[in-house]
Every structure is written in C-alpha cells, then in structure tokens.
C-alpha cells in the first residue's frame, strides 16, 4: 500500500498497516496489549480494523520506542505526559477564547455609544 492510498479508506488491516510502518504483525498485536491508546475494532470475523487515529497513535508508539529508545514503560509514561500536557492546552485555549469574546463584547459595546466628542473650530 502506497502512503498516497492512506486517507482514502476507512479502516486498514493489520497486515496494511504492519506494511506502513515496516514492522511485524505480531508486534503490533503486542503494543495493543501494552498500550492502552490502541484499541482498534474488530469486524465479525475478529480481525482488527485500524482507524487513522490507530495509526497516528501507533506511529507516535513506533517514534518513541524505535526511533527515540524509549522502553516500553518510558513511553507509556511519555504518551501519559503528552496528554496532560495537550488537556493543559486546551483549557489555555478555552480560556484565552473567554477573553477574546470579552474583549469583542467590550469592543462592540464601546462602538454602539453615543459620539459626545464636539468638534470646537
């Protein structure tokens, strides 16, 4: 499967996706049991249908395991950190959205009262 392929489907196997990130199925089937990210479905046949958050999520487990040397604790705990640390950015946004709002209220406010200026010439 060519990387021009993904996004064109809805669900890939795990021999599709072993092949996209040049691993074994076997090992796939591990990280699955080791993390708790990976959870992909099953059809009726029990085969597992990987979606692409899967995926995204199994090569972030591929990076910090093969690429970074992280052990498998070490990246459990990385993963643990990195969703921390985005659920702490979501409230910054969720907050500095607040202030915008406000100021765009304060804004609007502002422009809709009367001009008392008076123009002395």
Not at 35 to 41: R, V
Not at 113 to 121: A, F, Q
């Given at each position: 499967?060519?990387?021009?392929?993904?996004?064109?489907?809805?669900?890939?196997?795990?021999?599709?996706?072993?092949?996209?990130?040049?691993?074994?199925?076997?090992?796939?089937?591990?990280?699955?049991?080791?993390?708790?990210?990976?959870?992909?479905?099953?059809?009726?046949?029990?085969?597992?249908?990987?979606?692409?958050?899967?995926?995204?999520?199994?090569?972030?487990?591929?990076?910090?395991?093969?690429?970074?040397?992280?052990?498998?604790?070490?990246?459990?705990?990385?993963?643990?950190?990195?969703?921390?640390?985005?659920?702490?950015q979501a409230e910054?946004?969720?907050?500095?959205?607040?202030?915008?709002?406000?100021?765009?209220?304060?804004?609007?406010?502002?422009?809709?009262?009367?001009?008392?200026?008076?123009?002395?010439?």
């Amino acid at each position: 499967m060519e990387e021009k392929d993904k996004g064109t489907k809805r669900y890939y196997t795990i021999g599709e996706v072993a092949q996209m990130l040049q691993v074994n199925a076997s090992l796939l089937r591990y990280w699955e049991t080791e993390f708790s990210i990976l959870k992909p479905g099953k059809n009726r046949k029990g085969n597992r249908q990987f979606t692409e958050q899967d995926i995204d999520n199994l090569r972030l487990i591929y990076h910090l395991v093969k690429k970074s040397g992280y052990t498998l604790e070490g990246a459990k705990k990385r993963i643990k950190e990195m969703k921390a640390e985005n659920g702490k950015q979501a409230e910054l946004t969720r907050s500095l959205q607040h202030i915008k709002n406000a100021l765009q209220n304060l804004l609007t406010a502002l422009d809709e009262l009367p001009d008392t200026s008076e123009n002395h010439v």
